[in-house]
């Protein structure tokens, strides 16, 4: 059995490559998608960044996409397991509709972080893990470095397009 930092690093490697994967393949780093997001991505640019990551990065903040919806997976499944995870994905379509956003992404990645997250639970993950997990791999794009994040998120979009 794992300790449970090793679990929180692996959830957090986990967390982090189905948001960014998630997030990629729904096209978020090719435009500014919702108000604020091209602002963002316009001004990470103007800093040495990369306009394509930094547009992932302001649809983030900009709009529950993939990275909330997978925090809010965790909590759902912490809370009352699939089901609770199930319900935060009916949220985040709730508050991307609210934003104006198609939701696609926040959705998809709330419902795929609902299944793999209760899967791993039961072989031997706490869902704390996942919501640990979750807060460090949004840090490392939003928290350390937006120049250096940014180039990292638009080298995996120059790779997708």
């Known amino acids: 059995m794992l300790a449970d930092y090793e679990?929180?690093?692996i959830a957090a490697v986990l967390c982090w490559i189905l948001f960014v994967t998630v997030d990629v393949l729904f096209r978020l780093p090719e435009?500014?998608?919702v108000s604020g997001a091209s602002a963002i991505g316009k001004k990470i640019e103007a800093d040495g960044g990369a306009l394509h990551g930094g547009y992932m990065m302001g649809n983030i903040v900009s709009s529950p996409d993939a990275?909330?919806?997978t925090l809010l997976a965790a909590c759902g499944?912490?809370?009352a397991g699939l089901p609770g995870g199930l319900a935060a994905a009916v949220l985040v379509y709730i508050g991307n509709r609210i934003c104006h956003d198609p939701g696609y992404a926040g959705t998809t990645g709330a419902v795929l972080a609902s299944l793999i997250f209760t899967g791993l639970v039961g072989a031997g993950f706490s869902a704390e893990n996942f919501i640990a997990g979750?807060?460090?791999a949004i840090l490392t794009v939003q928290g350390l470095s937006h120049r250096y994040a940014s180039?990292?998120?638009g080298?995996?979009?120059?790779?997708?397009s």
């Open 151 to 153: 180039r990292l998120l």
């Open 67 to 69: 990275s909330a919806g």
């Open 155 to 160: 080298r995996l979009w120059g790779w997708r």
């Open 31 to 33: 435009k500014g998608g």
């Open 134 to 136: 979750m807060v460090i």
């Open 77 to 79: 499944v912490y809370v």
């Open 7 to 9: 679990q929180v690093l």
